[in-house]
């Protein structure tokens, strides 16, 4: 069966250090991916998607980026954090193809102090 | 743009009593629509989803979302539910295949013992 794998669950960073949030499948191919960040009473905004290997998709402008080095691994970066990147990361994958099911990971609880 | 609205964000409910949660969308094509729910401390899993066909479907643990295409509404009900309903709902909408959902607010939906 597919699983999928996100760390750190939670991490505390000062302003202006670097992140790497990680994410990987496990038990399917060519997955697609996603990055989303949750925040309370507004949903799930999406941050950036890969249908293959070093093809990703940004759909907001920001202080983050993400690559996908291997098939089943999807990295969201940065190199100098804000305070409002504080937040909700979510990392999720779907079958190739684009039905729009998703299945996600546990999270990703980042605060910038 | 489109966009999702779910009319509720916050629902108290008694044990066995009937839930319907709203999910209206703003798109005129083809689509794909979804409930998910986050369980207190668990990640976010599909409840159900409708692609086509009979347009009342059923999902996990007594759920059901009709699919009405007049009114763009996708509403989630639950004939009697229980205490550990008490959860987050998403409703989302995935247009066109694209590769991005869209999501609503959410509701949060507290089940009183």
């Known amino acids: 069966s597919q699983t999928i794998h996100q760390w750190p669950a939670t991490l505390v960073q000062p302003v202006g250090s670097p992140l790497s949030l990680e994410c990987t499948v496990e038990?399917?191919?060519?997955?697609?991916l996603y990055w989303y960040r949750q925040a309370a009473g507004r949903g799930l905004q999406l941050l950036f998607y890969?249908?293959?290997?070093?093809?990703i998709s940004s759909e907001v402008p920001q202080n983050l980026s993400a690559s996908r080095p291997q098939d089943r691994q999807f990295i969201l970066s940065s190199k100098k954090l804000l305070l409002s990147d504080s937040g909700f990361y979510l990392c999720?994958?779907?079958?190739?193809?684009?039905?729009?099911?998703?299945?996600f990971g546990e999270g990703s609880r980042l605060t910038v102090l | 743009a489109q966009s999702v609205s779910q009319h509720n964000h916050h629902v108290i409910l008694s044990e066995a009593a009937s839930l319907e949660l709203g999910c209206n969308y703003s798109?005129?094509?083809?689509?794909?629509l979804f409930w998910y729910v986050q369980y207190p401390g668990q990640h976010l899993q599909l409840l159900l989803k409708?692609?086509?066909?009979d347009p009342l479907v059923k999902g996990i643990k007594g759920f059901e979302a009709e699919f009405i295409k007049s009114k763009f509404s996708f509403n989630l009900r639950k004939p009697s539910v229980q205490w550990s309903d008490t959860a987050e709902y998403f409703c989302?909408?995935?247009?066109?295949?694209?590769?991005?959902?869209?999501w609503g607010a959410g509701t949060k939906l507290i089940i009183k013992p």
């Open positions: 999720a994958w779907s079958v190739s193809g684009n039905s729009g099911e998703l299945f």
């Open positions: 038990g399917t191919s060519n997955p697609n």
């Open positions: 890969s249908i293959g290997i070093d093809q």
């Open positions: 798109y005129g094509g083809t689509v794909n």
């Open positions: 409708y692609f086509s066909g």
């Open positions: 989302a909408v995935n247009v066109d295949s694209n590769y991005q959902l869209i």
